[in-house]
């Protein structure tokens, strides 16, 4: 059944009533004050959509209409804006989504998947339908980052957009280094305690954090929405022993997104970095996440914050329906789809940048001096190269870790000074390579 | 000379021609390509006013019109928008805005010292003649927070806003940091390269700050602007000594304006604070400003960025004036002027937390023990007293410094514990007492 709706007042839809969706019910049934004082029309939930009806999910919704099928929230003539909480790059999430635009009627939503996938469509499908896509909640949680690159830097040019945004890799990595712990280790209690899903692979292998970056990228670029191919390197090859060569070098582990303009077009790569310790990102610790945007005229600003968890990923929802409600209507993706420019990828090989490199060196004369030399034979200048001495507690010692920190140097050099020194056969395991940013 | 205004184009008249001025009327005549490709209105720079007509600016006014009194630009035909830069509380300033609001234009102002004395009655002028005031640029310079309180938290309750807002203080403590210099010789050398005014003390005694936080606190809090009585306590009293105790403490010295819900009304307070060097605000540093909001939903977000200059500023208002274009018609104080609240403010002397406090102790038995005594009878709980020796290089030592870190505890009795230390004749020098934040 549904309520008298009150004058003027928004009618909200939500599909999906997980941890978010749950949530965002809560703060619309009991925070209609708060938003209201703001002299905005009241936003009013009159329908949800789930897949269970009964669960009980802690707030009473027997007074919105229920519909077991998310497309008929598009449809329902009580809802005038559809929250997409479903998730999922195709099937309901972008029927539902699909059909609201098609409606005329608003879509917020937190899916970066369906977003990365098939943003420009949807987009195009707003604009020509006059309706509002918001999408706050779906990079950086509780983080205004999107809002901060559509509204607050009109008129600049970008030049880098980077961030931390996948809390269970940035709480697999704080932990791996506080702890000394092994990746397998911390992922086993990650999933335990709910920070990690049982199949991690999309958040540790760094689809996720590629998912909110192809946003990105379009927002600061002015660039169609584009993730295929994009380079993505996750954290599980992480060891312990890198956690410890970057302490004691001054660095901290973090998996970034990054987007930068290079001559060559838009680099756009997800990996695990070196960042100095010293650094505001190196401090976003934790299940934060961070978003650092460089423009010419600002130079760098950053925001962190909370990136996930149903409280805040709710509020960037109801900020978004909150603008919605106040009649802002900006273009899904910042530039009328018809002037967002196609994309011109930057070639992972061409990537410039300082290189942390760890081998594991056979222990015979000459092995250091000939890995000095591949090095130098692809004109990679090194900042250091430090032979680690292995304790012997475990047998005797027949390799050694080095630790190589290069100057500025091109990717392609240190992949092939790489294959001559794995072909030299002076290691016995392939390269730990992690780059490093400022 | 006016240009033919373009079709639909929103006119802007800036008065103010300082560097922040320069730079907006340099862009506002070069980036009206980018500006328009975001869908909106051109942004056309038609008038302009400043002392002088002739200075070389940079930029060629050549087409504007121009004038010599800033209150003509008001009632200027070819102007819809005006552009505040002038600065300063009472005077041109505020005559301008006041007449740009009655006319009906919106107003976009850098200027937070008028902002600070005059907000709630521009703020009820302009929402009673129906124009925009904004003011992104008042605050931490290019750094999205005003728009970030007003649009992204929505609905939630905010229990405190924080910040480093004043770049020539957070300049000046950065170098004495790294260089172990004193005040006075690090502002010398800021105002012999610009950082710092000639008379610094709007800057360096924390009145600057003050009328920051004074902005941030109303739309924070639903409260009036009220800048009166605030607690504000400047940077000259910090000395190398407090540095390299912080340093060895494991904290940095920041000046921060904090606003802060207690159970006794709002605390605001302008002050030297001792941050973990961990913490992110610990790493804004150099001429960087930092805004920090907590709130119910998103525990802390944290803004980080330029906070002067005079691109990033222009930056700043030329977002502001995009929203103008686009129609964005936001509360100034972001909740309708008669529902905010009246202010509250809790009493400095209640203030909860922990203390560094810097004795200068006589060289005497008993002087350590009746220290400690007297913090014990205020029932101050210590977390550490530590005598520092003296070098004995400049003569016999008289007086040692005694560093003491207090848990939390209430101002009022670290007061009286002082007076009664300093009353019983063991020091010889005022204590410097600096408040340690989380």
Excluded: W
């Amino acid at each position: 059944m549904t309520n008298a709706s009150s004058q003027n007042a928004v009618r909200v839809g939500i599909a999906g009533l997980g941890t978010v969706g749950s949530a965002l019910a809560r703060l619309l049934l009991t925070r209609s004050d708060a938003l209201t004082a703001e002299g905005t029309p009241a936003l009013q939930l009159t329908a949800v959509s789930a897949r269970d009806a009964s669960r009980d999910r802690g707030v009473d919704l027997s007074a919105q209409t229920f519909h077991g099928d998310p497309v008929a929230l598009a449809t329902d003539e009580s809802v005038d804006v559809v929250v997409e909480l479903i998730g999922g790059e195709e099937g309901p999430a972008k029927d539902l989504v699909e059909a609201a635009l098609s409606a005329g009627k608003p879509v917020v939503t937190a899916n970066k998947a369906l977003l990365a996938a098939h943003g420009l469509a949807l987009a195009e499908l707003a604009e020509r339908q006059g309706a509002s896509l918001l999408y706050e909640a779906a990079v950086a949680g509780g983080i205004p980052a999107i809002r901060a690159l559509r509204d607050a830097v009109p008129g600049q040019t970008v030049s880098r957009v980077s961030g931390i945004l996948n809390g269970t890799c940035n709480y697999i990595l704080t932990r791996m280094e506080r702890e000394g712990a092994a990746f397998d280790d911390v992922l086993a209690d990650a999933q335990a305690l709910g920070y990690a899903e049982a199949d991690p692979t999309f958040d540790v292998d760094g689809f996720d954090t590629a998912h909110k970056l192809a946003i990105l990228t379009s927002l600061a670029f002015g660039t169609e929405v584009e993730a295929q191919d994009m380079y993505i390197e996750g954290i599980r090859a992480i060891t312990p022993e890198d956690m410890q060569a970057a302490k004691e070098l001054g660095f901290r582990i973090k998996l970034l997104g990054v987007a930068q303009a290079t001559e060559t077009g838009i680099e756009q790569r997800v990996h695990p970095t070196m960042l100095p310790a010293s650094s505001l990102l190196a401090q976003v610790n934790g299940v934060l996440n961070a978003v650092a945007v460089d423009t010419d005229l600002l130079g760098e600003i950053v925001l962190s914050g909370p990136g996930a968890g149903g409280d805040a990923t709710a509020a960037s929802v109801l900020a978004d329906l909150q603008d919605v409600a106040r009649g802002a209507a900006p273009k899904p993706l910042r530039l009328p789809r018809d002037t967002l420019r196609r994309y011109q990828r930057a070639r992972m090989r061409t990537h410039e940048g300082g290189y942390y490199i760890r081998l594991s060196v056979v222990d015979q004369p000459g092995a250091f001096a000939a890995i000095a030399q591949q090095m130098a034979k692809q004109g990679i200048s090194l900042q250091s190269i430090v032979q680690r001495r292995q304790a012997a507690d475990d047998g005797p010692v027949t390799h050694q870790p080095v630790i190589i920190i290069t100057h500025e140097t091109l990717e392609q050099s240190v992949r092939d000074a790489m294959d001559a020194i794995v072909a030299d056969g002076f290691v016995n395991a392939a390269p730990q390579i992690i780059r490093i940013e400022r």
